[in-house]
Structure formats: structure tokens, C-alpha cells
């Protein structure tokens, strides 16, 4: 179980390789990857800033992990978030999630997701051609 929050890039089939061959009694394994993407409410995005108090990120993320693994089914979890200047198609969010059946993975996977759009003390900002945009947490 581990969460990072780093500015280099992570590498998806050694990620997901090691994490599958180190949870070899799960039934399932769920893999989740956001990325940075080349438009935004119509703009076409140059590139992306996110920025982070990780000290505090990862508080945050280890207290929802833990209410999420309390309701069951969950045996591991890796969690790689990236910050720092993104350019489009870059990967953002790396989540893996090993459980016993895949409705268990999935229900993890989201309510990660929403938390960390709605919930985690980031700032992102958006630079497009002409201006840049700082984003607002969504509901």
C-alpha cells in the first residue's frame, strides 16, 4: 500500500507488472490512469501547473484511503499522482488497486477518483494560446 505524489513521469507497464505479481491472490486488478488532456472547454491547452503541499496531500489521501479499505475487500492499493508542469497526453494519475472481486476495485477506483477532484488541496492552472485559467475543485 503506497502513495506517492512525485514530478517525473512513472512508467505504466513496470507499474502494473509489479504490482500484479506482488498481489498474485487477488481476484482482481484494477488500473486507473488520468491524463492530461489536449483541450479544455474548448481551448487548446499548452500545458497544465499543478501544484501541491504533499506533506498535506498525503494526509488527506491516507485518511479517505482508509475509510474506503474500512468497508472491505480491498488487500492493496498504489496510488502515483504527479505534479509540476504536465503537457498534454502526459499521464497524471496512476491508481492500482488489487480486491477480492472487481465491484470492490472499481467502487475504490471511483470514490478515489471523486475525492481527488473535488476534495485534495491542489492548485491547477491551465495555460492556454492566449491566457491561462486557474482550475476550481469540482462538486
Known amino acids: 500500500m503506497k502513495i506517492n505524489f512525485q514530478k517525473k513521469k512513472f512508467d505504466l507497464?513496470?507499474?502494473?507488472?509489479?504490482?500484479?505479481?506482488?498481489?498474485?491472490?487477488?481476484?482482481?486488478?484494477?488500473?486507473?490512469?488520468?491524463?492530461?488532456?489536449?483541450?479544455?472547454?474548448?481551448?487548446?491547452?499548452?500545458?497544465?501547473?499543478?501544484?501541491?503541499?504533499?506533506?498535506?496531500?498525503?494526509?488527506?489521501?491516507?485518511?479517505?484511503?482508509?475509510?474506503?479499505?474500512?468497508?472491505g475487500g480491498i488487500f492493496d492499493f498504489k496510488i502515483i499522482h504527479r505534479y509540476g508542469k504536465l503537457m498534454p497526453s502526459d499521464d497524471i494519475i496512476l491508481i492500482l488497486v488489487a480486491s477480492e472481486h472487481?465491484?470492490?476495485?472499481?467502487i475504490f477506483t471511483e470514490k478515489l477518483i471523486k475525492w481527488f477532484k473535488s476534495k485534495i488541496t491542489f492548485w491547477k492552472k491551465e495555460f492556454y494560446l492566449k491566457n491561462s485559467l486557474w482550475l476550481k475543485s469540482q462538486k
Do not use: W
Open 13 to 71: 507497464d513496470i507499474e502494473i507488472k509489479r504490482f500484479s505479481k506482488k498481489n498474485k491472490k487477488a481476484g482482481s486488478i484494477i488500473s486507473f490512469i488520468g491524463k492530461v488532456r489536449p483541450f479544455s472547454d474548448k481551448k487548446k491547452l499548452r500545458y497544465m501547473e499543478i501544484n501541491c503541499y504533499k506533506k498535506m496531500a498525503l494526509h488527506q489521501t491516507q485518511k479517505i484511503v482508509d475509510i474506503l479499505i474500512s468497508k
Open 102 to 106: 472487481r465491484r470492490e476495485g472499481f
